[in-house]
């Protein structure tokens, strides 16, 4: 039962990147960031997963109501949502605001599926958001409330939502579609949604010009976050729950800052190295219970 937690871990590096080249390349159009990721994810998925995709068809109809409402959360908006937000605010504020992701998806978990956690379990939240915040915030938590958020803060609350329904959904239902499959199916219906926005988009701002260092971007943003960091993700929510694995979510502005050190050339402080060990401290409490009722189960 370790390697999805090793598999959450390279998630959280992948998502870190996310936001930092986001950031980076945030002189494009969001739908137009978003669009031209997942197509390059859709082909790169094509060759491995339209087999299975077309065998797996009439269950894709079946299940098409979930189905659609787990690729528009989890794959069509969630990070449409984080670049649009990253157009008005920092990669620092984005980091912030995605550390209520376990939060809403143990809520959301409680009230639609009934998902139980152990005190213990509860504690390990919180204990991993507060060391999240206490890195971003280098210390000085009682800056949270004078922080300069603005409407792109607001815009992420939209993200949050989407990626807590998507991790109920993948636990309950994408264990019934192949993979591959699934992705490919989930990308190649996200281009379509998102390609009338792009031209609306175009239609307002002009095409934009694409430079050698967007083009890298939108390769490593189709082809780490939208494909491998998803096929990690719910291999682990279907091994963890929603609940356990959402929570390494909190790991993300430990990951994005240290980025931040090693590309941007900014300091890392005491401050942070111990908001660092105390997300560490949260994620092991509420994973190592985790493991432990596992064991139990099989003795």
């Given at each position: ?67 659609l409402v787990m690729t528009l959360t989890g794959v069509t908006f969630f990070n449409t949502i ?31 599926i009934k998902e139980k956690l152990q005190p213990l379990q509860l504690v390990g939240i919180f ?62 219906v996200s281009v379509i949604v998102l390609f009338p926005i792009v031209v609306a988009e175009w ?97």
């Open positions: 039962m370790v390697y999805p937690y090793i598999l959450m871990i390279f998630v959280v590096i992948f998502y870190a990147g996310n936001i930092l080249i986001g950031k980076a390349i945030n002189e494009l159009p969001p739908f137009t960031i978003a669009f031209l990721r997942l197509v390059v994810a859709f082909i790169v998925l094509l060759p491995i997963g339209y087999r299975k995709a077309w065998q797996y068809r009439l269950k894709f109809l079946e299940y098409k109501k979930p189905f984080i670049y649009g937000a990253l157009q008005f605010t920092t990669s620092t504020n984005v980091a912030v605001i995605e550390t209520v992701i376990p939060v809403a998806t143990v809520a959301l978990g409680a009230f639609l204990l991993s958001l507060f060391g999240a915040l206490w890195v971003v915030l280098n210390g000085n938590i009682s800056n949270l409330a004078t922080m300069d958020w603005n409407v792109g803060d607001g815009i992420m609350v939209g993200a949050i939502v989407c990626w807590a329904i998507y991790s109920i959904l993948v636990k309950q239902y994408l264990h019934l579609f192949p993979p591959y499959a699934a992705l490919l199916v989930m990308t190649g239609f307002v701002t002009g095409v934009p010009s694409f430079v050698p260092s967007n083009l890298m971007g939108l390769a490593y943003l189709g082809i780490f976050p939208s494909f491998i960091a998803l096929i990690f993700y719910n291999h682990s929510v279907e091994k963890l729950g929603a609940s356990q694995a959402a929570v390494f979510i909190n790991f993300l502005p430990v990951v994005t800052m240290i980025g931040a050190s090693i590309w941007l050339g900014e300091e890392m402080t005491g401050m942070k190295v111990i908001g660092a060990w105390t997300v560490i401290s949260g994620v092991l409490l509420t994973t190592q219970i985790k493991a432990r009722d596992y064991n139990k189960g099989l003795s």
